[in-house]
């Protein structure tokens, strides 16, 4: 029931106009070089070897190859869909099958709620921006400079934003789309990278009044809301609701191409989309999971240093190849992926490895831990009217808003909010200690100090709230989710087999401040509805249903019914040594040489914001920081 809730939210993140079924198998491009056949790069010789072909991965790829005498190989365990319909047209998004594309995560039983949740994370070349709901927005400026105060040097909203901009190449809205309420700022987007961001062309909403008027309803049920104007959520100040720009290509004008709205993922604008013969230097291994690090033999007074990636094919799993390393291995496996891997290979809490036969290369107990996910709550209507395929691919429902904290709970309820939060800091560092989401109290205490900060003073939006709904159902509503929670959770290897899945605690809601955030957020979007103009769309409510009616009423109805939000980070933090971390600015790993790690897993904390975007500037910034460091 958990997942057909979520769902509600799901099916309309994104829905464009439908492509024909064009599934290629490809065994070799003309720009680089693809294969799933691992004995072609057994005991090959790599510069660089990255695990994972994600969002980071191939960002990172494709920017070190762009010096043709660089050699990487890229090992994706996924397969290569290109030109898979079910993924390169937006409208299919969670509305197709694509189970054989993710990797089926589930959580372990949670405290609150008692249920194990299931976590759509990417198994595809291009990761999860191959699959996920394509919007496209940024945190606060103040959240981005927040990783330099927490003692990451260079690591802020100037640097940030200089990165993400360079990746994006921004389609500017034309003026049909702007008389339909779009608006942008367009000094916070990017004009000439290679991920192409915008918004659907055409934009037909043959209904959109229904999503027009639940916006017009949240702007006077929450004071204080901005509506209109330049509101971009890629600006450094995404509070206010808005529609939301896409990783898409827009739809042409007019030809035999017009409407033909594209997902613009990693694979497609980093791969692709590269001109023939571009990158003879570049190869990518699919349906091979890479295993472990396999180190140099050294002496006691040096790091260890890389020599090879064990990977094996995942259609044949006795299957066991090498590919040796000349320089460095960069781990771009995301926030579940790059804490297992990093563990297989001997980085990890000794305690662990040790009890999994696994020989420590080095003792680092800050790996897997400061998981942070982000949890949901849905509210569901009856629809008054047919719902029917022309509404539910209408991209005009991709508006969302973005909420601070004072515009939830008023400007006092805010204020005691966070003088909790402010008050409580040691003791929540301690309890986060002893459960063993954070390595030491004085890290995991300066970051819950940060977080509060963004809570109060630099006023970030705290919550998101989208507008959705289902044909099958006749079902409309609203998800809406806590954008930073407090609660830490962890991520960790059970076995020595590296196909068998890691544990997975995000501890959703242990937080007492969190579940009583989330229920205000649901008696909000009870709210919303209640207005005279939304309640004339629907003939009743289902959920939370209108038994639900007091506070404890609410409390139970999110404990039994949140969903997983998918925006995982923090499990391979970038922090000083000191502090917890488990990289350093550089991306280093610390306690060896020639091993970094560059996806979401090192933000130490949430951001305000869907994550791609954030994750495309880590890799921007991380292909920089290695270049900087060739001979």
């Known amino acids: ?22 599934f290629l198998y490809t065994v070799r491009c ?31 790829a494709n920017r070190l190859t762009e010096n043709p005498r660089i050699t990487v190989l890229v090992i994706e365990v996924g397969i290569n869909a290109q030109n898979d319909s079910r993924v390169t047209d937006p409208g299919n998004f969670s509305i197709v099958d694509t189970s054989d594309l993710e990797w089926g995560y589930t959580t372990v039983n949670q405290t609150v709620g008692g249920n194990s949740l299931g976590l759509t994370v990417g198994k595809v070349l291009g990761g999860s ?43 500017t809205p034309n003026q049909a789309q702007i008389n339909l309420g779009i608006t942008f700022s367009s000094d916070a987007h990017g004009k000439s990278g290679r991920v192409i961001t915008g918004f659907p062309n055409p934009y037909p909403c043959p209904l959109c009044k229904l999503w027009d008027t639940l916006v017009e309803a949240t702007v006077a049920v929450i004071p204080g809301l901005r509506n209109g104007g330049n509101i971009d959520q890629c600006s450094g100040n995404p509070n206010g609701v808005a529609r939301c720009s896409y990783s898409i290509i ?16 990693a694979a497609q604008s980093f791969l692709y989309s590269l001109p023939p013969n571009d990158r003879p230097n570049l190869y990518i291994l699919t349906e091979n999971l890479a295993t472990k690090i396999i180190w140099k033999p ?41 804490p297992k891997f990093l563990e297989l290979s001997g980085i990890g809490n000794r305690r662990l490895l040790e009890s999994l036969n696994i020989a420590v290369i080095s003792d680092l107990p800050s790996i897997g831990i400061n998981l942070q996910d982000q949890a949901g709550i849905s509210s569901a ?39 909790r939060l402010t008050q409580t800091i040691t003791r929540r560092a301690t309890e986060i200690v002893k459960i063993g989401a954070g390595a030491n109290i004085e890290g995991v205490s300066r970051m819950l100090r940060a977080q509060a900060a963004q809570f109060g003073e630099e006023n970030a939006p705290v919550l998101e709230i989208v507008f959705a709904g289902q044909t099958p159902t006749q079902l409309f509503g609203t998800a809406a989710w806590i954008l930073l929670p407090q609660y830490r959770g962890s991520v960790h290897i059970v076995s020595s087999d590296p196909l068998i899945p890691p544990a997975i605690n995000p501890n959703y809601l242990l937080n007492s401040e969190d579940l009583s ?29 209108v038994s639900v009616q007091t506070q404890p009423e609410f409390e139970s109805y999110v404990h039994d019914n949140y969903f997983a939000v998918l925006h995982p980070i923090g499990t391979v933090s ?58």
Do not use: C
């Open 250 to 265: 827009p739809g042409a004008s007019n030809g035999p191409n017009a409407g033909v709205n594209i997902r613009s993922s």
């Open 381 to 419: 209507y009856t629809s008054a009217f047919q719902l029917n395929t022309s509404v539910l691919h209408s991209p005009s429902t991709g508006a969302a808003a973005f909420v601070t904290l004072p515009q939830v709970l008023g400007v006092v309820g805010a204020q005691n909010y966070v003088s």
């Open 129 to 171: 921006s191959t699959i996920n709901g394509m919007q496209w927005t940024r945190g606060t400026a103040s959240q981005y400079d927040a990783l330099e105060k927490l003692g990451n040097p260079g690591w802020n909203f100037a640097s940030m934003q200089r990165y993400m901009r360079k990746a994006e190449a921004f389609h």
């Open 30 to 60: 003309s720009a680089f070089n693809i294969t799933s056949d691992g004995s072609t790069v057994d005991h090959q010789s790599f510069d660089y070897v990255i695990v994972g072909g994600g969002t980071a991965g191939l960002t990172i």
């Open 298 to 338: 050294k002496p006691h007074t040096e790091l260890p240093t890389p020599r090879a990636i064990a990977f094996q094919d995942v259609r044949s799993p006795q299957s066991s190849f090498l590919a040796l390393v000349n320089r460095e291995v960069i781990v771009s496996s995301g926030s579940i992926g790059s």
């Open 574 to 631: 970038m922090l000083p040594h000191a502090l917890g971390g488990a990289v350093d600015a550089n991306l280093r790993v610390y306690g060896v040489k020639g091993v970094r790690v560059a996806d979401a897993s090192i933000l130490p904390l949430q951001i305000s914001a869907h994550l791609s975007s954030t994750v495309y500037g880590i890799a921007e910034k991380a292909a920089d920081l290695i270049q900087h460091n060739q001979p």
């Open 517 to 545: 955030l989330l229920v205000n957020t649901s008696t909000l979007s009870r709210h919303i509805f209640n207005i005279p103009s939304v309640k004339q769309l629907y003939t009743s409510e289902v959920l939370p249903g």
């Open 1 to 22: 029931m958990r997942f057909q809730r979520m769902l509600i939210y799901f099916p309309l993140a994104m829905q464009l106009s439908m492509l024909p079924w064009l």
